[in-house]
């Protein structure tokens, strides 16, 4: 019997939910009232999202943000400042019970073998990725995608980025950098080391592709089957309290 795991798929959502969200689907899992779950989801409007031990102020340009309409949230994962862009990136986050197989003690193992549903997909698509570590997929040595994860409650949460489509200019105009002159160098550097699907395969993927070859790398990767569902009654509530009293909060977002 191959195990279920159920598929969300929240579309676009913003930020303080999309992060309420997480959490609210890491403690259902916790309490035994849901499957393990894989989410792809997408920004709207486009965020900023900083790792739970940076500073929002260090991090990122919030004058610029609110003049562009840019959301900023802290993640309840550790790691670098993130640009998530509406239409450039989708976003995975996959929530599972500490003691599965997929999961080891050693927390480089498990970000390989989490990841490496991600690098099946890709491959799918033609994309020839490949694990970096500490938690990155690379293409030809440059990234395609960031990843980060926490554990607590007896669950592991992971959620990452793959990169579509990139605009290395406006994410840094909305990231914090010192003057216009290291601006210019750092897009530059970023250049050689970022890359996207569609500047691999020299044309543009959909959205649904991409999931459809995703969906297909978790299977194969963890033997799993995906079985779509629906965010329930009890997520959906914890994750507007979530994030009315916690993501969407000055207190938390500025906490450090």
Known sequence: MVEEWRLLDTGLRDAYYNMALDEAIAIARSKKLVPNTIRFFRWEPSAVSIGYFQSMEEEVDIETCNKLGIQYVRRRTGGGAVYHDRDGELTYSIVVDEGHQLISRDLQKTYEVLCSGLVKGLRVLGVPAEFRPINDIVVEGKKISGNAQTRSMGVVHQHGTILRDVNLK??????????????????????????S?????GREISFDELKSALIRGFEEAFNIKLVPGEVTE???????????????????NFRR
């Open 234 to 252: 009890f997520e959906e509530k914890l994750a507007t309290k979530l994030r009315d009293e916690k993501y969407s909060t000055r207190e938390w």
């Open 170 to 195: 406006l994410m840094f105009t909305v990231l914090k950098v010192p003057s216009e002159k290291i601006r210019d160098k750092m897009i530059k550097s970023v250049e050689e080391r970022v890359t």
């Open 197 to 201: 699907i569609k500047k691999y395969l």
